[in-house]
């Protein structure tokens, strides 16, 4: 049996699978925590990743390893490749400012959609490199070069500290904000701006095939991924397939053959682990908005799924606004959530539950009508992530989306899509691994439901 391993260096913690190289069958893993926050040093992630391989068992008997990282966290390094400052994560709101000065100064959104395929958020590199242009320049200065959570990684397992031998691949460059998946190059006129006028060493952008070098004993690494994309590989979408993925965030993205080209800037641009595209809407609310209601109520998650359930469609007339920790779709940094329709009848814990679930699930079907928008064909819904765990969303999600939703069976599908890229980096081919997923269906909400919350959505945005 040819073993190969898997990395997910996400948010909250790092992940290790390792795998059967032919069939995905995980034969062990393991785990360790990242510190909280959204500045955090590289140095608690290459640490949270040896004792997540060490609970493993070690790499000791694996052919190939690859590593996929949460995408758009800034990470400067200095001509020696040591770290200028503690890197800043993709939930770091503070280069909001940032976002909109890009914005303005390249000439509008659809510039930026024109150019390379995302238009600046607080949460992209491109906005983040402005904010340290403008308000650490000593920093932006000694900055010698600038590459993403899993560059990072993936050249500290090779051993190299030559800034000029950092990687990267088209999924994770597409999030930055100066790269462009249409073309499949780097935009130096856009990063100029971004940058003011600092040219720091970039990742050097690899194909899905290929390896990024070896580690000691000949170990192959692959060229790792982004989240996203290495969770699509994970679970062996295609073109028509649309994933939708309810974790600290929510995230829905689909396979496509072509680009999108919002001149809105929702839906990015960004760029899938195998040579197509995979246009993307992402929020900042996911599965906590679940947490923070159920313990308002004083109840735990069981409990506030089965309260959620016994409540009906509509929840009474209740509308939840799930901007708890501001928004990203729409760009609200800055905005809070709200309950819409209050009335004596029905202020229960019963329809408080059932309208924070339904409200949360409304701003992704929010986002699947953006992806639909683009001209990409959703054929299937697969729907992943610590939020799917609960019963209600379950339950609810298939009535709101209006169709069949495809629940696979609990996984890390971020590092389980690492490690099959990890057996293509090995192999030369891309295995056909098997992902069982359960079909749930329901009684199609009526469109008032979904009206009702954009409404309300509508009274966040007027502010």
Not at 60 to 70: I, L
Not at 243 to 258: E, K
Not at 383 to 405: C, H, K, N
Request: proline share 5%; with cysteine.
């Amino acid at each position: 049996m040819t073993l190969v391993a898997g990395v997910d260096s996400s948010t909250q913690s790092c992940k290790v699978l390792i795998c059967d190289a032919a069939t995905g069958e995980v034969v062990r893993s393991g785990s360790a925590p990242h510190p909280p926050g959204t500045e955090v040093h590289p140095d608690h992630w290459w640490d949270a990743l040896q004792s997540a391989v060490e609970s493993a068992g070690g790499l000791g008997d694996v052919a190939a390893v690859s590593v996929a990282g949460q995408q758009h966290g800034l990470i400067c390094l200095d001509r020696d490749g040591q770290v200028v400052r503690d890197a800043l994560l993709w939930n770091d709101t503070r280069s909001a400012g940032s976002a909109s000065t890009l914005i303005d100064e390249l000439g509008g959104a659809a510039e930026w959609a024109d150019r390379v395929g995302v238009v600046p958020v607080a949460s992209i590199t491109a906005t983040k490199l402005r904010w340290l242009a403008d308000n650490e320049p000593d920093h932006a200065d000694a900055t010698a070069a600038v590459c993403l959570p899993h560059d990072w990684l993936t050249w500290r397992l090779r051993g190299e500290t030559d800034i000029h031998e950092l990687t990267t691949d088209r999924s994770d460059a597409s999030g930055t904000g100066y790269y462009s998946a249409a073309s499949d190059s780097y935009r130096d006129d856009v990063f100029d701006i971004a940058f003011g006028g600092r040219r720091p060493v970039l990742p050097r952008v690899l194909g899905p095939a290929d390896t990024a070098g070896t580690m000691s004993g000949g170990i192959v690494i692959g060229v790792g991924a982004g989240d996203n994309a290495a969770a699509a590989l994970g679970l062996a979408v295609g073109p028509g397939d649309c994933v939708v993925s309810l974790g600290t965030s929510g995230v829905v993205s689909a396979v496509s053959g072509s680009p999108p080209r919002d001149a809105d800037g929702v839906v990015a641009g960004f760029a899938d682990a195998t040579g197509r595209h995979l246009p993307l809407v992402c929020t900042l609310n996911g599965a906590p908005v679940l947490a923070a209601t159920a313990r308002m109520l004083g109840v735990d998650l069981d409990d506030f799924g089965t309260l959620a359930l016994s409540a009906q469609q509509g929840a009474g007339g209740l509308a939840f606004v799930p901007y708890l920790a501001g928004e990203r779709t729409p760009n609200l940094p800055d905005a809070t959530g709200s309950l819409v329709g209050v009335t004596a009848d029905n202020w229960t814990p019963e329809n408080v539950a059932r309208a924070a679930v339904e409200g949360l699930l409304c701003s992704l079907q929010y986002c699947l009508d953006l992806v639909r928008g683009q001209g990409v064909d959703l054929d299937r819904v697969l729907m992943i992530g610590g939020g799917v765990r609960s019963a209600a969303v379950r339950d609810i999600a298939p009535e709101l989306f209006g169709r069949t939703v495809h629940i696979p069976e609990a996984g890390e599908y971020v590092a389980l899509g690492a490690a099959r890229q990890a057996a293509w980096a090995a192999t030369g081919e891309l295995p056909d691994w098997q992902v069982p997923a359960e079909e749930r269906t329901g009684v199609a909400a009526g469109p008032h439901v979904y009206a009702r919350y954009r409404e309300a959505a509508d009274l966040v945005l007027r502010g």
